[in-house]
């Protein structure tokens, strides 16, 4: 069963289930205005280089979705592959006795951490020395080829994507052949490993406390030992090799014992090939030397299901080598080009103005093409290293999920119009639904409720169910009026699970009080619903939204005091703020969560009695923490006239610096997410302002949106983007700041003049750490480098094109070029929320025009891009006059599936703008 045409369990997540009004008929298409030739922009962002690669991790990605590689050729006769996949894990909640301790220099090729993705080594010899400073290689993104260039050795490499399989077609021209050589290695030893238990320095010291050792513990069963059975063969042309890894839980919960495995399958055609075992890890396939072309098929599978066994899984893997094989090389490319051609075809950018907006319009189709190439499984890559490691199954920073690193990776995709690659989290955290929710009932509200908690750092399968006796701990540790500090017994428990897991860094840590993550997940599914307006989908994924607007409404954290207002205690702010009261990203995200609740439970008319609980909530939540607030942490500078928002209040239990770190220092977190302060709710503010002047929900936001201009240019990455300035106020080599950090989003939420120059300071610092290497990788290490790319895409996209609504569960607005520099020639096509396609393009110096493709129909509303207001529209190529314009800047207008709307200045003719771009 290939990735494409695996059953999920939401269905077809990318596709709208039902369609919204004006929708009976669909509107016949017609050309659009701007043909982009999307091959030559694409084919800008290719990647080549020439010579050898120095590193293994600045090897050539390639993936079919859910298996990929790293190409490399650090020797002169080879080419090597590691085969990786999104679905293998060497663990999962329930490990214990696996250290997460990360060395000092956070070199990822020697970090001890939890293992997985990891299935085989590959080299493809081809003797002699066709490799070496002359050798090309060639990344065409379009296409998904690779294609290498030696002294009288070539190969093109594809991945197959509706195939799980790597296609390598080697063509030898040398006038000596020699015989080609692929060795698949093993990446631990043969036969079965118990792999040694692991503990921390600071676990140890617990365990020599307790009067515990390894040995007393592996007794009583509070540690099971891990086992790792590999083994390779061989039959005819093809060679294999099949790993497994187990371990028991620690507790009586026999649902959360341990079962991966995986099969890595080779075959050959157009040459013999002989198979031979030089030593227990590596089996081989020997091709006789000859001119012409010669074919190599790499086939992989795994299952996380202990019902099947290895043997099933070597199977199908040894099916999708023969199918690989019988297909042929040809068609293989053939089907490739026609999904390539399709994934490419639902969106462009087009930034001709300079190298810094060429420079960002090629990240920005490099970053698609590797999530397109990496993500599209049953599991989501994750953002340390994705799946390119070349370290065996030892995986830079682990194969844990961690909130705040795939969030600027996740920001981009809706608005891309590929949905699809958001599909794989979706699917995973749906999936792990019941585990949240005994997590929520274990550790953070101790009753039965329908909310859920998402821990900040998790494991794929969702949280270790507990013990009774330790669930009770854990609450009297977490809730703000627990009885205190961690029992022994609770004590002991964690230390003996992986430190990385946000719930085990208790009683306070990096992670382990973060409670917005369940709200930072529900938005991708409420965001989901507003771009595809799909009903079905709402339905099956509403528990999500609703779990997380459960969680504020039940937990323990959320107060009503004397004052009035709802306070939330003891809480993370991301990895500042330790335990803090009214932390801004909390604060946020209850406005946003509970209002998304609010609107979906109306669209599926259930839950109407939670709706006004919600709403009360809403109504009496404290405001933003002010800077001018005596209890404030991590503030700002401030004076009277121009307020500033901190990061919380005071008590906090403690935190690693004061809060105020460059351009990730969270405090402007109502820009971010959920609608919940954008250019429509000041908007419409302003609007009610005028004939309403006292109205008191209008004036609250007017200053709300003054407040967070100030705090906008008082925040860290301000000093550092514009100035030059840590947070110190002393000079920086730095440019953007952690690329991670969202300062980008909210320069461009509200449009601020500087958001060109912030964007193209993203682009330097990525650049930067990038520097020359082969694959646009970081030069040194990889565990992170995706953050910056897809910070770089959304932010890119948010200033090109915002559909944004005057709170979460508003009516969205589209709004072209909000906050990019139209004097900078720019093209797009990309997808509005209510799905509307929607093109338009910034040419000297003004807006040209805008096309709108009512993909579902229903009603559309744009902010008119001219000025003076004076605009007309057309559809499907004629003027038409049924809209609505209020005060020269809203228009709204009824759309039918299928039709297309085109907004010009007055007096300009849409036929005289066709052009074609690109070439």
């Not at 810094?356 to 290293?385: D, E, H, V």
């Amino acid at each position: 069963m290939n990735i494409l045409s695996a059953v999920s369990l939401l269905g077809s997540l990318s596709v709208a289930a039902s369609d919204p009004v004006d929708s009976a008929s669909a509107a016949p298409p017609i050309a659009p205005l701007v043909t982009a030739d999307i091959r030559n922009l694409v084919s800008a962002a290719d990647v080549d280089s020439t010579g050898m690669t120095p590193k293994s991790y600045h090897g050539m990605p390639i993936g079919t979705g859910e298996m990929g590689s790293l190409v490399w050729n650090s020797g002169s006769s080879a080419l090597k592959f590691q085969i990786n996949r999104t679905d293998v894990f060497g663990c999962n909640s329930a490990v214990t006795a696996v250290s997460g301790d990360v060395p000092n220099d956070e070199d990822v090729t020697k970090v001890v951490s939890d293992f997985g993705y990891g299935c085989g080594f590959v080299t493809v010899d081809f003797g002699g020395t066709p490799f070496g400073p002359a050798t090309k290689h060639h990344l065409s993104l379009y296409d998904g080829k690779l294609a290498i260039a030696g002294e009288g050795v070539s190969a093109e490499i594809i991945a197959g994507v509706d195939a799980d399989a790597l296609i390598m077609r080697i063509k030898d021209s040398r006038s000596a052949p020699q015989d080609i050589r692929v060795d698949l290695t093993l990446l631990q030893k043969a036969g079965v490993t118990k792999r040694p238990p692991s503990i921390s320095q600071d676990g140890a010291k617990v365990m020599t406390q307790q009067g515990e050792t390894i040995e007393s513990l592996l007794a009583k069963g509070a540690i099971k030992p891990h086992f790792s059975t590999l083994a390779n063969g061989s039959e005819g042309s093809q060679i294999w090799l099949t790993q497994k890894f187990e371990q028991e839980a620690a507790t009586e919960f026999r649902e959360l014992d341990h079962y991966s495995a995986s099969s890595v399958v080779i075959d050959v055609s157009d040459r013999n090939a002989t198979a031979s075992q030089a030593n227990p890890e590596t089996v081989s396939l020997t091709l006789k030397a000859g001119a012409g072309e010669v074919f190599v098929y790499i086939a992989s599978a795994a299952t996380l299901d202990k019902k099947v066994s290895v043997g099933q899984v070597l199977a199908r893997a040894r099916e999708r080598a023969n199918a690989a094989k019988a297909k042929g090389y040809n068609k293989m490319v053939a089907a490739n080009q026609a999904w390539w051609r399709g994934f490419w075809g639902k969106s462009y950018v087009y930034l001709p103005g300079d190298e810094t907006t060429r420079s960002i319009q090629n990240k920005w189709y490099y970053y698609l093409y590797l999530m397109a190439s990496s993500t599209r499984g049953q599991y989501p890559a994750r953002f340390g290293g994705n799946i390119w490691s070349t370290n065996g199954t030892n995986f830079g920073w682990g194969t844990m999920f961690w909130g705040f690193n795939e969030e600027p990776m996740q920001h981009s995709y809706e608005g891309a119009n590929h949905g699809e690659l958001q599909d794989a989290t979706l699917r995973m955290n749906l999936k792990n639904y019941e585990s949240y929710k005994t997590l929520a009932r274990q550790q953070w509200i101790g009753k039965d409720t329908e909310a859920i908690f998402i821990e900040e750092t998790r494991p794929w399968n969702g949280p270790e169910k507990v013990p009774e006796s330790i669930s009770k701990d854990l609450l009297a540790c977490t809730t703000p009026d627990g009885a205190g500090p961690m029992t022994p017994a609770l004590t002991l428990f964690a230390i003996l699970r992986h430190y990385h897991d946000s719930r085990w860094q208790l009683p306070s840590g990096w992670t382990g009080l973060t409670t917005i993550n369940g709200a930072e997940k529900a938005e991708h599914y409420w965001d989901r619903y507003l771009y595809t307006l799909d009903l079905k989908f709402l339905k099956e994924s509403y528990k999500m939204i609703k779990g997380a607007a459960e969680f504020y409404r039940n937990t323990p954290h959320l107060k009503l005091e004397a004052d009035g207002f709802y306070h939330h205690y003891k809480s993370n702010i991301h990895e500042h703020i330790y335990g803090a009261k009214d932390a801004v990203d909390d604060i946020a995200f209850i406005r946003g969560s509970l209002a998304a609740a609010i609107k979906a439970s109306e669209l599926l008319n259930v839950d109407a009695p939670l709706r006004p609980e919600w709403q009360n909530i809403i109504d009496k939540l404290t405001p933003y923490v002010l800077s001018s607030d005596p209890e404030a942490l991590g503030v700002l500078a401030n004076t009277p006239d121009k307020p500033t928002w901190a990061q919380a209040r005071r008590p906090a239990i403690n935190g690693p610096g004061d809060g105020v770190w460059g351009a990730e220092s969270p405090r402007l977190r109502m820009l971010e997410n959920f609608d919940i302060l954008t250019l429509e709710t000041v908007a419409q503010a302003r609007e009610t302002l005028k004939t309403k002047p006292d109205d008191k929900n209008a004036l609250k936001v007017i200053a709300d949106w003054n407040i967070a201009n100030n705090t906008f240019e008082k925040h860290p990455g301000y000093l550092l983007n514009m100035k030059g300035l840590d947070w110190k106020g002393n000079p920086s080599k730095d440019t953007y700041g952690y690329q991670g950090g969202k300062y980008v989003l909210d320069a461009a939420t509200l449009a601020r003049p500087e958001y060109p120059a912030i964007l193209a300071s993203l682009d330097r610092n990525i650049s930067r750490e990038l520097g020359t290497t082969a694959n646009r990788f970081h030069q040194e290490c990889y565990y992170d480098m995706l953050q910056g790319f897809g910070m770089l895409s959304a932010g890119l996209q948010k200033g090109l094109l915002q559909s944004i609504a005057p709170d979460a569960g508003g009516e969205p607005v589209i709004r072209v070029f909000p906050a990019w520099d139209v004097a900078k020639p720019a093209y797009f096509r990309l997808l509005a929320k209510g799905g509307f396609m929607v093109s338009a393009a910034a040419v000297s110096g003004a807006v040209s025009y805008v096309e709108i493709v009512s993909q579902l129909g229903g009603t559309c509303r744009i902010r008119n891009p001219w000025p003076d207001g004076k605009a007309t529209l057309f559809r499907n190529g004629v003027e038409a006059t049924e809209y609505t314009m209020t005060a020269q800047t809203l228009l709204t207008f009824k759309t039918q599936k299928g039709e297309t709307i085109r907004l010009v200045e007055r007096g300009v003719n849409p036929e005289a703008l066709r052009e074609t771009i690109g070439r």
